[in-house]
């Protein structure tokens, strides 16, 4: 079975610093998707970024940017110039065969003015 | 484009009650997902539809019951509401193969006392 370990759970940071989340996760298949989401104080769930595993590349959205190290099995997210709406909690996911997610329990992060 | 929709945003129950939650989406996907989310925990897939007139199990299925009543809607019935139920509850739902991103809805508070 699948598993996502995220093994911070609540980090804090001063505005405009940089800070990485961190993520492993176990899967047997060749080719999988990886996710992170960002939940603010809203509840909303929102997609951060996505990467596939196929692709060497790392993914960037902006100031989002992952560190995806495939024989590792560690996805981690860097928010780069973090500012106050970074304030959420993030989760990890990993998408299995059937398409379905298997979630992390999230890291609380803490941007500090 | 509403996007994904969920009723009601927030429900009180009394033990051995029953309700159904309501979610539709507007974005012609063909998936969609029953999701709960408990303090400290990643989300938990209680139920799923990979196409209109399927339904499959989740990672805890027990008392709940779904209905993919068409390719918009699709709804999560708790027959005897109990207190381990009370959670907050996420509908979502995905393209596929397009993107694998699943969409969202505000989530529905649920608490059974």
């Known amino acids: 079975a699948q598993t996502v370990t995220q093994s911070q759970p609540e980090m804090s940071v001063q505005e405009a610093e940089t800070v990485t989340l961190s993520c492993t996760y176990d899967t047997s298949e060749s080719n999988y998707y990886l996710f992170w989401y960002k939940q603010p104080p809203s509840r909303q769930m929102i997609l951060v970024i996505r990467?596939?595993?196929?692709k060497q590349q790392n993914a960037t959205e902006n100031r989002f940017s992952v560190n995806f190290q495939k024989a590792a099995k560690s996805f981690s997210l860097k928010i780069s110039d973090s500012q106050l709406g970074d304030t959420a909690m993030y989760f990890c996911?990993?998408?299995?065969?059937?398409?379905?997610?298997?979630w992390g329990a999230g890291t609380k992060l803490i941007i500090k003015p | 484009n509403a996007g994904v929709t969920q009723t009601p945003k927030f429900q009180v129950l009394k033990t051995g009650q029953s309700m159904t939650l309501q979610c539709a989406q507007d974005m012609n996907h063909n998936s969609m997902y029953w999701y709960r989310q408990d303090p400290g925990m990643g989300l938990r897939l209680i139920y799923y539809?990979?196409?209109?007139?399927?339904?499959d199990k989740g990672e805890v299925p027990n008392g709940y019951n779904v209905s993919r009543l068409n390719k918009r809607e699709f709804s999560l019935r708790l027959e005897s509401a109990a207190p381990s139920q009370t959670s907050v509850y996420f509908c979502?739902?995905?393209?596929?193969?397009?993107?694998?991103?699943?969409?969202f809805g505000p989530g529905t508070r649920l608490t059974v006392t």
């Open positions: 996911a990993c998408m299995d065969s059937n398409y379905q997610l298997i």
């Open positions: 979502a739902s995905t393209s596929g193969p397009v993107s694998y991103e699943q969409y």
């Open positions: 539809s990979a196409s209109e007139g399927t339904t």
């Open positions: 990467q596939e595993a196929y």
